[in-house]
């Protein structure tokens, strides 16, 4: 576990920068993508035998298997039953309420010239849910509720496959939970998000994929980027805490350590970062991490996390503070601070997936339950981009009514004008027949 100084941020920051995109990786997707595009169903069942060893007649699960494994899940494990359901009521409302913030309008921006848009949702799209060391079964809920709140009207959720043709049966359990009407498909990696971006004899081509992966989903979402929407390309995941002398205490050292290592978890490539006031608190937090980590049953996981880019800075003053959480631009950033300082610092913060505010406001909340979407930028993308919402699912677009009046002559006029200027005559001339 490193410690610097906030002196010392930028050169080690530009370091961790320097690091390159796995041009292997991407080869072999660009292989992958190739074959679907050429054979289709038979190249994405030769890969599926290939990486999951698995051999269906069809990739799509099943009603039957779907529904029995929601009855699984309610008579097995009704209290994760009861907290998934707590989770999709307060994903659901908050997805809804964005859905309010889209809306269509009218505009007269001049005298006979009303602009407007229309907010329209994509007819199908597919949530990729990865099933690796941890089934990511919130992946489910944080994908396929926000689209249906969108109005798509085919969601398709797409999983790999654990055994010959089902994946891991709390998928299914989850959708059924997420909505209804919810098809799932048993297939992962880079084939999947092919196969959904391209269409194949039986996998339905979708406008939009979203949800996180590994390195292989990441590249093909890259590469297929154009031929499909996508939310983005999600790397390892990370989380910046900023703490502040108010909370300098041993029971708050042990906070941060308690969230570092809910990052540190996820894999090796997970960064987990705080930025403390002074050498004594971040001597308390290292501290902690090192109590804490040594009776995790993940302590393998997070100590090869903390080890290859855990950090803890210790900053100067809130200028330095703001300036290096703005230059980390975290998926996840917590403030953990006295009240007075999270208001000062609030507005000054703009580069975060998500933002947590207060100790109370735990960062496994937005993983889980608290409403918010866990699907969020990653590797600094947070600089130009938010979360998965409903937005993703989404088109804004555009209308254009014309009639009479002084500001529909001047701008039909300035059209022409403009283009004549460029050489487009025919432009010009579109203008010009509607003048008289």
Request: hydrophobic share 45%; proline share 5%; net charge negative.
């Amino acid at each position: 576990m490193k410690t610097i100084t906030g002196s010392e941020f930028d050169a080690y920051w530009k370091r961790q920068a320097a690091v390159r995109e796995d041009e292997g990786v991407l080869d072999r997707v660009r292989c992958i993508i190739a074959d679907v595009r050429r054979r289709g169903d038979e190249a994405v069942r030769a890969f599926t035998d290939q990486f999951d060893k698995s051999s269906p007649e069809r990739f799509e699960v099943p009603r039957e298997a779907v529904e029995a494994a929601y009855e699984r899940l309610r008579t097995t494990d009704p209290e994760l039953m009861d907290a998934l359901k707590t989770a999709r009521d307060h994903i659901n409302r908050f997805a809804r309420e964005q859905k309010k913030q889209f809306f269509d309008f009218e505009y007269e921006v001049s005298p006979g010239v009303i602009a407007g848009q229309r907010v329209i949702p994509v007819q199908k799209a597919a949530v990729y849910a990865p099933a690796g060391r941890f089934p990511l079964i919130s992946s489910v809920l944080m994908g396929v509720i926000p689209a249906l709140a969108a109005g798509v009207e085919d969601v398709f959720v797409v999983s790999p496959p654990v055994r010959d043709g089902l994946p891991d049966w709390r998928i299914p359990a989850a959708v059924c939970i997420a909505g209804e009407g919810v098809r799932v498909f048993a297939i992962g990696g880079a084939q999947a998000i092919a196969a959904f971006a391209l269409g194949t004899e039986t996998v339905p081509r979708v406008d939009v994929i979203a949800g996180p992966g590994n390195k292989y989903v990441a590249a093909a979402k890259r590469l297929l980027f154009g031929e499909v929407g996508i939310d983005f390309i999600a790397g390892p995941t990370d989380v910046l805490i900023i703490t502040d002398a108010c909370a300098d205490a041993p029971a708050h050292a042990d906070t941060v350590a308690a969230d570092m290592l809910a990052q540190a978890e996820h894999d090796p490539d997970a960064r987990a970062r705080v930025l403390t006031p002074n050498e004594a608190s971040a001597e308390r937090i290292a501290r902690a991490l090192e109590k804490q980590v040594a009776v995790l049953p993940t302590a393998e996981t997070a100590r090869s996390s903390l080890e290859a880019g855990g950090l803890i800075i210790t900053y100067a003053d809130e200028d330095e503070a703001v300036r290096i959480a703005n230059a980390i631009a975290p998926e996840h950033l917590e403030l953990q601070c006295c009240d007075e300082a999270n208001t000062r610092l609030l507005p000054r913060l703009k580069n975060y997936g998500a933002l947590f505010i207060g100790e109370k406001a735990a960062e496994v909340l937005g993983d889980y339950s608290g409403g918010t979407n866990h699907t969020l930028p990653t590797s600094g993308s947070a600089r130009f981009s938010g979360g998965l919402s409903v937005r993703h699912f989404l088109k804004t677009v555009t209308t254009l009514r014309c009639g009479k009046g002084a500001g529909y002559m001047r701008a039909m006029k300035a059209a022409e004008t403009i283009a004549r200027a460029e050489g487009l005559a025919g432009h010009g001339e579109s203008a010009r027949i509607r003048l008289v």
